[in-house]
């Protein structure tokens, strides 16, 4: 399979900017109608090439997360702006995994008439950002948040990310079948919204399997050090210990348990999603369970030529951060394409009206909440690689 890059592609620390300018329109997007064309789907033509916003950490403590996201955002480009009728102008900006430097990023986007806004990548700042977005009536697609609230902000917020509530209790309810849990240690950073949506639904999933919760020990996301906490755990002798940590501090705990001698299951939601895990934590990460929004082993038409693309142009496997970024621009597409315009209302009522798109995540839909409903999987760290679990 090849593609045709025919953007310019200029990289420094902070942007990525392909093809074509900024709008001049005051931040009206396309305001004098050039963003409005003809035909539709495939057949549709818009003149103007299209601008889409993307706030990505691309420094500070989620920038693991973020370098993928801007690769599955560099391919998305490639593939769409190789297609007939619209081409696409996206500029990628770093939030640097804080929430006053993604308001800014989102203020400029919204200014310079940003057809819409992809990001940013942790829910935190989503949180602190998407406001500014859903006053200016700018679409946003969150592709890797998935904190409970994220689109209760607004009718203009939308994402592509499967939800904790969607993914962990099914994660639960497999690591219990499969070791015959009765008794875990909870574990969670609680000054983080992602990490503490995710103790939450694990919590209440725990619940719903009958399972006793030992003990419930709290981090901070900036933590590195789990000895004593892992100390505590392990005299509970607990038959798992059921993690919500971003992936700087999954891979210290995962590494230290394993080194104390914790041998138990440990069971990690989304912000282990990350092929790091496996990188840093080496042997230490083996029987690890995580539930995910996607696995490479689809055998999917659209995920196959995915992750042949993607292997082609960046030399490795992709994650489900990339996944999900790849994803979310060609859902954009999709929007603009229903309705041929690239202006932000219509792109708006695209999205709603996104039902069983064939992606890379599978079939796709927004539902009335506006989050997106597709398969998810229940994977476990084996022969240092992400498998689904049997």
Same mark, same amino acid.
């Given at each position: 399979?090849?593609?045709?890059?025919?953007?310019?592609?200029?990289?420094?620390?902070?942007?990525?900017?392909?093809?074509?300018?900024?709008?001049?329109?005051?931040?009206?997007?396309?305001?004098?109608?050039?963003?409005?064309?003809?035909?539709?789907?495939?057949?549709?033509?818009?003149?103007?090439?299209?601008?889409?916003?993307?706030?990505?950490?691309?420094?500070?403590?989620?920038?693991?997360?973020?370098?993928?996201?801007?690769?599955?955002?560099?391919?998305?480009?490639?593939?769409?702006?190789?297609?007939?009728?619209?081409?696409?102008?996206?500029?990628?900006?770093?939030?640097?995994?804080?929430?006053?430097?993604?308001?800014?990023?989102?203020?400029?986007?919204?200014?310079?008439?940003?057809?819409?806004?992809?990001?940013?990548?942790?829910?935190?700042?989503?949180?602190?950002?998407?406001?500014?977005?859903?006053?200016?009536?700018?679409?946003?697609?969150? %592709?890797?948040?998935?904190? #409970?609230?994220?689109?209760?902000?607004? /009718?203009?917020? !939308? +994402?592509?990310? @499967? =939800?904790? &509530?969607?993914?962990?209790?099914?994660?639960?309810?497999?690591?219990?079948?499969?070791?015959?849990?009765?008794?875990?240690?909870?574990?969670?950073?609680?000054?983080?919204?992602?990490?503490?949506?995710?103790?939450?639904?694990?919590?209440?999933?725990?619940?719903?399997?009958? %399972?006793?919760?030992?003990? #419930?020990?709290?981090?901070?996301?900036? /933590?590195?050090? !789990? +000895?004593?906490? @892992? =100390?505590? &755990?392990?005299?509970?002798?607990?038959?798992?210990?059921?993690?919500?940590?971003?992936?700087?501090?999954?891979?210290?705990?995962?590494?230290?348990?394993?080194?104390?001698?914790?041998?138990?299951?440990?069971?990690?939601?989304?912000?282990?999603?990350?092929?790091?895990?496996?990188?840093?934590?080496?042997?230490?990460?083996?029987?690890?369970?995580?539930?995910?929004?996607?696995?490479?082993?689809?055998?999917?038409?659209?995920?196959?030529?995915?992750?042949?693309?993607?292997?082609?142009?960046?030399?490795?496997?992709?994650?489900?951060?990339?996944?999900?970024?790849?994803?979310?621009?060609?859902?954009?597409?999709?929007?603009?394409?229903?309705?041929?315009?690239?202006?932000?209302?219509?792109?708006?009522?695209?999205?709603?009206?996104?039902?069983?798109?064939?992606?890379?995540?599978?079939?796709?839909?927004?539902?009335?909440?506006?989050?997106?409903?597709?398969?998810?999987?229940?994977?476990?760290?084996?022969?240092?690689?992400?498998?689904?679990?049997?």
């Amino acid at each position: 399979m090849r593609y045709l890059l025919r953007s310019a592609v200029i990289l420094s620390a902070s942007a990525l900017v392909l093809s074509g300018c900024a709008s001049d329109d005051g931040g009206e997007s396309g305001g004098d109608g050039s963003l409005t064309g003809s035909g539709s789907g495939d057949s549709c033509v818009i003149e103007a090439p299209v601008t889409v916003g993307a706030a990505l950490s691309l420094t500070g403590g989620a920038a693991s997360y973020g370098e993928s996201q801007q690769k599955g955002l560099e391919l998305a480009l490639e593939h769409l702006n190789d297609k007939d009728g619209v081409t696409y102008d996206l500029k990628v900006e770093d939030d640097g995994t804080d929430p006053r430097q993604a308001i800014g990023v989102f203020e400029t986007f919204a200014a310079d008439g940003a057809s819409a806004i992809i990001g940013p990548t942790l829910s935190n700042t989503a949180f602190q950002a998407q406001p500014v977005a859903q006053d200016a009536g700018v679409p946003v697609l969150a %592709i890797s948040n998935t904190a #409970t609230g994220i689109t209760e902000q607004g /009718d203009f917020i !939308f +994402r592509d990310s @499967l =939800t904790e &509530a969607q993914v962990i209790p099914q994660t639960i309810q497999a690591a219990v079948e499969a070791n015959d849990l009765e008794k875990v240690v909870v574990m969670y950073s609680n000054d983080d919204a992602f990490t503490e949506s995710g103790y939450e639904v694990m919590a209440s999933s725990l619940e719903e399997e009958g %399972i006793e919760v030992l003990d #419930t020990l709290t981090f901070s996301v900036s /933590d590195t050090d !789990f +000895r004593s906490l @892992l =100390t505590a &755990a392990k005299s509970l002798d607990p038959d798992a210990i059921v993690v919500s940590a971003l992936i700087e501090a999954a891979i210290p705990l995962v590494t230290q348990a394993r080194e104390l001698g914790l041998d138990q299951p440990i069971i990690g939601g989304n912000g282990f999603n990350n092929p790091q895990l496996m990188a840093d934590a080496g042997d230490a990460a083996e029987g690890v369970i995580v539930g995910a929004a996607w696995n490479s082993a689809s055998d999917s038409p659209e995920n196959a030529d995915f992750l042949t693309a993607y292997e082609e142009k960046f030399g490795s496997a992709p994650d489900q951060f990339a996944t999900q970024a790849y994803t979310g621009l060609m859902i954009i597409d999709h929007a603009v394409r229903s309705g041929c315009s690239a202006e932000r209302t219509d792109i708006q009522t695209g999205l709603t009206e996104v039902k069983d798109l064939a992606t890379p995540l599978g079939s796709l839909t927004i539902n009335a909440d506006r989050d997106a409903e597709h398969p998810a999987v229940v994977q476990i760290v084996k022969d240092g690689a992400f498998t689904v679990m049997p």
